[in-house]
T-cell receptor
Framework: DTGVSQDPRHKITKRGQNVTFRCDPI?????LYWYRQTLGQGPEFLTY????????KSRLLSNRFSAERPKGSFSTLEIQRTEQGDSAMYLC?????????????FGPGTRLTVL | GNSVTQMEGPVTLSEEAFLTINCTYT??????LFWYVQYPGEGLQLLLK?????DKGSNKGFEATYRKETTSFHLEKGSVQVSDSAVYFC????????????FGTGTRLQVTL
C-alpha cells in the first residue's frame, strides 16, 4: 500500500490560466476527498466522492472549480481562470467506508502559486 | 454547524517537557475526534483518534481523551522531543458518515534542546 499520491507537488501559474491536479487514492478506498489549506489555517473541505459519484460540494467550490472521479479510482481537480486567491495547498484524502468509516488518509498535497 | 477551536501557537518547549495542546469542539450529535500532525513540507498524518465519549486515543507517546461533558479532546505528551516539532490539527467528523472533516486552525509546536 503506497498511500495517497498527488501530482504535481508544486504548480506555479499565471493568473487566468487553467490548472489541473491529480489524486490517486489508496487502492480500494471508495471515498475520495479534496480540501484546501491556506497559510496558517486548517484544511477546509471542498468536495468528496463515493466511487465515481460526487456526493457533496462546499460553497467554497466556485463554478471555476470542477472535480471528477470518472472510474471511481483517481480524481482530478481543475481550476479555470485562476486568481491569486486560489493560491493554497490542495489536499486529497481517501477512506474506506467499511470498516474504518471515519478515518481519512491524506496525500502530500499540491501547492499552487498563482502569480 | 460543526467547529473546532484550538489554542493558538506557537508553543515552544524544551526537550523532555510536558505538552498540552487544548482542543474544544462544537458539534451536533456525537462526532469522532482526531489529531493530525503536519511535519514541515509534508502532508497531514493521522496521529490518533477517538470515536466515542471517554475513549482515549494514543500513539507515539501522545494521548487524548474524548470528554463529552467538556466537549474537549486535549492532546498531551509526557516528554516531547525535538522531532515532535510540527503543526498539530484537531478535527472532527460526524460519526459513521465518512463525510467531511472539520479542522481547527492548527497549533505549531517548536521543541528546542
Amino acid at each position: 500500500d503506497t498511500g495517497v499520491s498527488q501530482d504535481p507537488r508544486h504548480k506555479i501559474t499565471k493568473r487566468g490560466q487553467n490548472v489541473t491536479f491529480r489524486c490517486d487514492p489508496i487502492s480500494e478506498h471508495n471515498r475520495l476527498y479534496w480540501y484546501r489549506q491556506t497559510l496558517g489555517q486548517g484544511p477546509e473541505f471542498l468536495t468528496y466522492f463515493q466511487n465515481e459519484a460526487q456526493l457533496e460540494k462546499s460553497r467554497l467550490l466556485s463554478n471555476r472549480f470542477s472535480a471528477e472521479r470518472p472510474k471511481g479510482s483517481f480524481s482530478t481537480l481543475e481550476i479555470q481562470r485562476t486568481e491569486q486567491g486560489d493560491s493554497a495547498m490542495y489536499l486529497c484524502a481517501s477512506s474506506l467506508v467499511v470498516p474504518d468509516t471515519d478515518t481519512q488518509y491524506f496525500g502530500p498535497g499540491t501547492r499552487l502559486t498563482v502569480l | 454547524g460543526n467547529s473546532v477551536t484550538q489554542m493558538e501557537g506557537p508553543v515552544t518547549l524544551s526537550e523532555e517537557a510536558f505538552l498540552t495542546i487544548n482542543c474544544t469542539y462544537t458539534a451536533t450529535g456525537y462526532p469522532s475526534l482526531f489529531w493530525y500532525v503536519q511535519y514541515p513540507g509534508e502532508g497531514l498524518q493521522l496521529l490518533l483518534k477517538a470515536t466515542k465519549a471517554d475513549d482515549k486515543g494514543s500513539n507515539k507517546g501522545f494521548e487524548a481523551t474524548y470528554r463529552k461533558e467538556t466537549t474537549s479532546f486535549h492532546l498531551e505528551k509526557g516528554s516531547v522531543q525535538v522531532s515532535d516539532s510540527a503543526v498539530y490539527f484537531c478535527a472532527l467528523i460526524k460519526s459513521g458518515t465518512a463525510s467531511k472533516l472539520t479542522f481547527g486552525t492548527g497549533t505549531r509546536l517548536q521543541v528546542t534542546l
